[in-house]
C-alpha cells in the first residue's frame, strides 16, 4: 500500500506540473514546509524596525514562517511562477531617463496579478482535488502571510538573489509566485545553488541605498516602500532620490545581469493598459479622482488611492526639469482639500523654485562669463 500512495503521489506532481503549465505558469516545484532557517532572519528583520511601518509583516506572529499553522495540515507547498514583462511596453530606462514621464513599476502595467494568479491556482487546485480524494488545500498570492520567496527557492524556482527577490537561471526575476498549501506527501524538489556570485549590481544601483546589505533590505528607504506601503508622508530627505517613479521601483532588476534571461509575458491580462508605460506626469497629475477610479479599476495600483497617488506624482513633479507647464500643475493642487497632498505639492513648488533661481544665476554666470573685457569690472564695482 505504501508504494502504491508513492506511484500515486509521483504520478499527481508530473499532472500538476502539466496542469500548471496549461494554466499559463512558466515554472513549477513542490517543497516541504520546514521555514526554520527563514524563521529566524524574518524574526531579527522585524526586531530591528526593517519592515517601517508594514505592521501586517508581524502581526500573525510565526503564521508566516509556520505554514501548518496557517492551514492546520499542510504538509506540501507547490510553488508556481508566471511571468509579467511586457515586450511592447515602453523601454524602461528610457523612461526614467525621462524626469517628465512617470514610471511604473513593470509589474504594474496591467491587470491586477492577484486577481489573475488566484483565479488559475483555484483551477489548478481543483483538478488536485478531483484527482485525489481527501486533499484539502488553500491557494495564496501575495495575499497572507506567506514566505513566497523561501517557499520557491526550496521548491528549486530559482534563489534568493541579494536584493532579496527571487532570480531563475532562464527567467531572471520579471515573474509573479502563487503557492497552494496542500496536505498530500507528494514527492519534493531539489532548491538550487545560488548564482550571484561576487555581483552587487543591485546594492549598488540602488537609488535610495535600500539594500544595506546582501541580503537584506531597510524597506523604510526602499521606493517601492515609500509609493506604495507608507501611507503617510514620504521622508523629506529621499523625495529628490525617487526622481520620476511614481508607483514602485525596478532598478534593483534593471541591474541584474540574469534579466538577461527574462521571458516576455504572453498573458493578455497583463498587457499595459492605458499607456502607463510612458505617461506624462503632468497628464496624470490632472488626473480627477473618478479617472483615476475608472481607469485603475482592477489595476494592482488602484490598492493606493487617489491620494497616494497624487502624493507620489507631486514629489517626481518636484524632481522634474523647471517649467511654467509643472509650476502650473503643481499649483492646481496647491489648495487640495489633502493636506498630504499639499504638503507634497508645496515641497515640489519650493524645489521648482530653486531649480529656476539655479538656472537662472547660471545663465546670468555664463553671460558674463562671454562678456567683452572688462564687463566683470564694471558689474562688480556697479555703476557709480
Known amino acids: 500500500m505504501l508504494n502504491e500512495n508513492r506511484v500515486h503521489y509521483a504520478a499527481l506532481a508530473a499532472k500538476i506540473r502539466i496542469w500548471a503549465l496549461e494554466l499559463g505558469f512558466q515554472a513549477v516545484g513542490i517543497s516541504d514546509i520546514d521555514l526554520s532557517t527563514a524563521e529566524n532572519g524574518l524574526l531579527e528583520w522585524l526586531s530591528s524596525g526593517l519592515h517601517g511601518e508594514m505592521d501586517y509583516m508581524a502581526k500573525h506572529g510565526t503564521k508566516r514562517s509556520r505554514p501548518s499553522e496557517l492551514l492546520p495540515g499542510t504538509i506540501r507547498v507547490i510553488s508556481l511562477s508566471m511571468n509579467y514583462a511586457q515586450a511592447d511596453a515602453f523601454d524602461s530606462r528610457q523612461v526614467l531617463l525621462s524626469p517628465e514621464r512617470a514610471f511604473i513599476s513593470r509589474y504594474a502595467l496591467g491587470r491586477d496579478y492577484h486577481k489573475v494568479l488566484r483565479k488559475r491556482l483555484t483551477k489548478l487546485a481543483d483538478k488536485i482535488r478531483q484527482e485525489s480524494e481527501g486533499f484539502n488545500g488553500r491557494v495564496f498570492t501575495d495575499s497572507a502571510p506567506v514566505l513566497e520567496v523561501e517557499l520557491a527557492q526550496k521548491a528549486g524556482l530559482g534563489w534568493r538573489g541579494k536584493h532579496t527577490l527571487l532570480l531563475s537561471r532562464t527567467q531572471g526575476s520579471q515573474f509573479f509566485l502563487g503557492e497552494i498549501y496542500l496536505n498530500l506527501p507528494l ?194 564695482i556697479g555703476a557709480d
Open 187 to 380: 514527492p519534493i524538489d531539489k532548491p538550487q545553488k545560488a548564482h550571484c556570485g561576487s555581483c552587487n549590481n543591485c546594492l549598488d544601483n540602488c537609488p535610495t541605498q535600500a539594500i544595506i546589505a546582501p541580503y537584506r533590505v531597510d524597506a523604510r528607504r526602499c521606493i517601492s516602500y515609500m509609493t506604495i506601503e507608507l501611507k503617510g508622508h514620504i521622508p523629506v530627505e529621499f523625495r529628490p532620490l525617487i526622481g520620476n517613479r511614481i508607483y514602485g521601483c525596478d532598478d534593483c532588476q534593471l541591474a541584474c545581469p540574469w534579466n538577461v534571461f527574462a521571458k516576455t509575458s504572453l498573458e493578455p491580462d497583463f498587457a499595459v493598459r492605458h499607456g502607463l508605460d510612458n505617461s506624462s506626469l503632468i497628464e496624470l497629475f490632472a488626473w480627477d479622482e473618478a479617472t483615476f477610479n475608472s481607469r485603475l479599476a482592477g489595476s494592482a495600483i488602484y490598492r493606493i488611492g487617489f491620494e497616494q497617488w497624487l502624493r507620489n506624482i507631486a514629489v517626481a513633479l518636484g524632481n522634474a526639469p523647471a517649467s511654467p507647464a509643472v509650476m502650473t500643475a503643481l499649483q492646481s493642487r496647491a489648495t487640495s482639500t489633502s493636506a498630504l497632498v499639499r504638503a507634497h505639492v508645496n515641497w515640489a513648488l519650493a524645489q521648482q523654485d530653486r531649480l529656476v533661481n539655479h538656472r537662472q544665476a547660471l545663465n546670468f554666470n555664463a553671460a558674463v562669463s562671454n562678456a567683452q573685457p572688462g564687463a566683470n569690472f564694471i558689474q562688480t
